[in-house]
Each structure stands twice: as structure tokens, then as C-alpha cells.
């Protein structure tokens, strides 16, 4: 199945021509091939890696740190830590200087885990990549943090412009 043409008209002819379709098509396969690997070799299912790696890159982090960061829900997310803690992979400290909330590190078997994880993961972005030259696989890394930048700060812009509306009322 083809997902559309290599290069978008400025009138899309339909889903197919967006970017975010074209994005998450490319996530959902991925994301299929890598849950179908990592939950028979790892005993984990991706929203657990991924809440595993973050915690990595961004320890000592708060519940909400994380879920800023990733632009996940709270709730989910809380969820998917709270499972990784009961595993002993994640470990919860009190948070210091008024943060509310424990901080969040990875255990010495989260960590051990995670560089065995980290080690696979690699493995599956080099097979992604491969039919890329290493000039297209920068500028492709280029292109997604502008593109990721920029909505990033679109969405920024659109929840406080929601949060500045005044609420309808409601009816009892």
C-alpha cells in the first residue's frame, strides 16, 4: 500500500497527503514490529520502555516533568511508572526544593535493563535508518527537531489560548 506522493502537493488530495498521517503511519509500524519484539524478548510492553527510558534520560524527574516531556497523560503515565516501581526497575524519592510529589530514578536492575533495552532499540533504529545515507539521516534528524520545535510551540500556544477562553456554562 502506497501512503501517498514523494512530494505533497499545497492542496492535499486526501489523508494521505498530510504529514501527520504519514508520521503516524510510519510510528504505528514501527511501533507494532518493536512491541511484538521487546514483549517476548523483554517481558515489557512499549509505553513501559519508553517510560523506562525517559526516566533514564530525565532522573531525577517528577511525575509531571515526565509527562511534560513526553506530552503524555499523567494519569497513564502514573500508571506505567507505578507498574516499573512494583517491578523494581524504578525507584520513588521524596522531591526536594518544593517540588511536589516524589522523584523518580531508575533501581541498578532498571538501569541494567534499560542498557540491555537501549542496546536492542538501537539495533531496530539502524535497520530503520538503513535505507537512508548518513547525509539523509541528518537531515532528517534536523528536520524532525524543527518540525517537533515548532509544534511543540504551536501547542504551547493553543493551551493557553484554551486556558485564557472564558468555560461555557454548564446546565445543571
Not at 520502555?49 to 511534560?68: C, E, H, I, N, T
Request: net charge positive; aromatic share 6%.
Amino acid at each position: 500500500m502506497n501512503a501517498g506522493p514523494a512530494i505533497p502537493s499545497p492542496q492535499p488530495r486526501d489523508i494521505r497527503d498530510l504529514l501527520g498521517f504519514r508520521l503516524s503511519l510510519l510510528t504505528t509500524i514501527s511501533d507494532r514490529k518493536a512491541q511484538s519484539q521487546i514483549s517476548g524478548r523483554f517481558g515489557m510492553n512499549l509505553g513501559e520502555w519508553r517510560a523506562l527510558g525517559a526516566v533514564k534520560a530525565w532522573a531525577p524527574a517528577s511525575l509531571a516533568d515526565l509527562s511534560r516531556a513526553l506530552y503524555q497523560d499523567k494519569g497513564q503515565l502514573s500508571r506505567t511508572i507505578k507498574a516499573l516501581t512494583e517491578r523494581g526497575l524504578v525507584a520513588a524519592a521524596p522531591g526536594a526544593n518544593g517540588k511536589r510529589g516524589p522523584l523518580f530514578r531508575l533501581t541498578a536492575e532498571g538501569r541494567r535493563c534499560h542498557d540491555r533495552m537501549l542496546a536492542f532499540a538501537a539495533d531496530r533504529n539502524a535497520h530503520l535508518l538503513e535505507a537512508l545515507s548518513d547525509r539523509e539521516r541528518a537531515q532528517l534528524f534536523r528536520l524532525l527537531d524543527k518540525l517537533t520545535a515548532s509544534t511543540a510551540r504551536a501547542y504551547e500556544a493553543t493551551i493557553k489560548e484554551q486556558a485564557a477562553r472564558p468555560r461555557p456554562e454548564t446546565r445543571p
